[in-house]
Nanobody, 122 residues
Framework: QVQLVESGGGLVQAGGSLRLSCVASGSIFSINAMGWYRQAPGKQRELVAS???????KYADSVKGRFAISGDNAKNTVFLQMNSLKPEDTAVYYC????????????????WGQGTQVTVSS
């Protein structure tokens, strides 16, 4: 079983910054990619940013230049630095991990955290 635990959400004024963290646990041998999705009320869940174990990153157009994703493979951790936050960034942010290989050679595809609320006030 793979578990993802997020932290770092909260309430911030427009223009402010927040840093989200996500730690994966569960006898993990390797993770192919980790990242962040978000879901605002009444909207579909959307990809915010992702990073592969090799360091390749991908961002939604709406956050390019404002958000930065980074990871620590040794600690199975991913971070999302969010700067210049806007009210439209308000959402529940979910961490995910793709193609997780455990020490028992079991693979998990598409593991999700419980989500952390980010609220940006205008």
């Amino acid at each position: 079983q793979v578990q993802l635990v997020e932290s770092g959400g909260g309430l911030v004024q427009a223009g402010g910054s927040l840093r989200l963290s996500c730690v994966a646990s569960g006898s993990i041998f390797s993770i192919n990619a980790m990242g962040w999705y978000r879901q605002a009320p009444g909207k579909q869940r959307e990809l915010v940013a992702s990073i592969t174990s090799g360091g390749s990153t991908k961002y939604a157009d709406s956050v390019k230049g404002r958000f930065a994703i980074s990871g620590d493979n040794a600690k199975n951790t991913v971070f999302l630095q969010m700067n210049s936050l806007k009210p439209e960034d308000t959402a529940v942010y979910y961490c995910y991990a793709d193609r997780v290989r455990t020490s028992s050679d079991t693979y998990y595809f598409g593991s999700w955290g419980q989500g952390t609320q980010v609220t940006v006030s205008s």
